[in-house]
């Protein structure tokens, strides 16, 4: 792992322990659901080298939600291991993954420095893999939600770049610019076929 200052807060052991037992089995992006974990949790401190630990702990355990076993009370869970600061954030990334419409809260700065960090990661990953694909048009039609989610990431990217750091801002900003320009030609045909 990193030697970012903020893993050796108190709460970082208890949220990765939490992490490694709910994302066993799980896959993100065809890697296993800690490792995206992790990398999101580099990309927050790569861009937010003083982030608090309370805020290092929620984005190991922003999947939680999803990956909680049935019958565990996350909310109760978190409290109660890692605190209320770091279930408020967890249940505010999550809201951030379910939306459909953009809201860049400036008010709320762990949550959308959290969220820019873990869509980074992902538009990067599909990104790199489509780079690799020999079949665009099956490789996109595969990942359509991710196509679909464009004009959602776009939004987020315009309000969250005043409130961002201006390099994490500018990533952001030319990722979502590569992502639509590498999906041009699929969206096209998808238009077409759908007169």
């Not at 799980?26 to 608090?52: G, S």
């Not at 690799?132 to 679909?148: N, S």
């Not at 309000?159 to 961002?164: G, K, N």
């Not at 390099?167 to 990722?175: D, P, Y």
Request: aromatic share 8%; hydrophobic share 45%; with cysteine.
């Amino acid at each position: 792992m990193t030697s970012f200052p903020q893993l050796r807060h108190p709460l970082i052991d208890d949220a990765l322990d939490l992490a490694a037992r709910w994302c066993e089995g799980h896959i993100i992006y065809e890697a296993p659901a800690l490792a995206h974990a992790v990398k999101v949790v580099v990309t927050l401190c790569d861009f937010i080298p003083n982030a608090p630990g309370e805020l290092v702990a929620a984005v190991f355990l922003h999947d939680a939600p999803s990956f909680v076993p049935d019958g565990v009370d996350l909310d109760s869970v978190l409290t109660r291991v890692v605190g209320p600061d770091v279930t408020r954030t967890v249940r505010a990334l999550e809201r951030v993954h379910a939306a459909s419409v953009a809201n860049a809260d400036p008010a709320d700065p762990w949550t959308l420095q959290a969220s820019v960090a873990d869509m980074l990661v992902d538009i990067d990953s599909v990104l790199r893999r489509s780079a690799f694909t020999t079949d665009p048009a099956t490789f996109w039609e595969r990942h359509a939600p991710f196509v679909e989610r464009l004009g959602y990431l776009r939004a987020y990217c315009d309000q969250a770049r005043p409130h961002l750091p201006s390099n994490m801002a500018g990533l952001f900003r030319a990722l979502v610019i590569l992502a639509a320009d590498s999906t041009t030609d699929y969206r096209q045909s998808v238009a077409r076929n759908s007169l």
